[in-house]
């Protein structure tokens, strides 16, 4: 399959997963839930390492190592607050402002990685602004 395919399904189940993270937290403690969603997802990471038989393979050293385990930082980060602000708020709000981090990351990707930049990129990242203006309103 290709990136496209896999973007699509991440796209689809993650919407899934707002939904049932914002049911699940209603009578839950956030950092209970935090907990529990992501042993699950380190689990499944581990099943699906084994599956492929990749998990026994080379693991990465230096930078690799460090700018992933950056990653891991800013990732709880991401998801405790994308939890916390879930719990207290409306999904139509917070969803949407969350997934603004996409727009970021593309922005980031054409200042920090060198990816290319285009009249479509720019439009998408104005129009995605503006569509998270509108949907929170």
Same mark, same amino acid.
């Given at each position: 399959?290709?990136? =496209? !395919?896999?973007?699509?399904?991440?796209?689809?189940?993650? $919407? @899934?997963?707002?939904? #049932?993270? &914002?049911?699940? /937290?209603?009578?839950?403690?956030?950092?209970?839930? =935090? !907990?529990?969603?992501?042993?699950?997802?380190?689990?499944? $990471? @581990?099943?699906?390492? #084994?599956? &492929?038989?990749? /998990?026994?393979?080379?693991?990465?050293?230096?930078?690799?190592?460090?700018?992933?385990?950056?990653?891991?930082?800013?990732?709880?980060?991401?998801?405790?607050?994308?939890?916390?602000?879930?719990?207290?708020?409306?999904?139509?709000?917070?969803?949407?402002?969350?997934?603004?981090?996409?727009?970021?990351?593309?922005?980031?990707?054409?200042?920090?990685?060198?990816?290319?930049?285009?009249?479509?990129?720019?439009?998408?990242?104005?129009?995605?602004?503006?569509?998270?203006?509108?949907?929170?309103?």
């Amino acid at each position: 399959m290709n990136y =496209l !395919i896999w973007a699509l399904i991440a796209m689809i189940f993650y $919407g @899934i997963t707002a939904v #049932l993270l &914002k049911i699940g /937290l209603k009578n839950s403690n956030t950092e209970i839930a =935090l !907990i529990l969603t992501n042993v699950i997802l380190v689990l499944g $990471g @581990i099943c699906i390492a #084994l599956f &492929k038989g990749s /998990l026994f393979t080379k693991w990465p050293l230096g930078w690799p190592l460090v700018f992933l385990s950056l990653a891991g930082v800013t990732l709880v980060i991401s998801i405790a607050s994308y939890y916390t602000a879930l719990s207290k708020g409306p999904l139509s709000i917070v969803v949407p402002i969350f997934s603004m981090s996409f727009a970021i990351a593309s922005v980031l990707g054409i200042i920090l990685l060198g990816e290319e930049i285009n009249m479509f990129k720019i439009l998408g990242i104005f129009l995605a602004g503006a569509a998270i203006l509108m949907l929170t309103r």
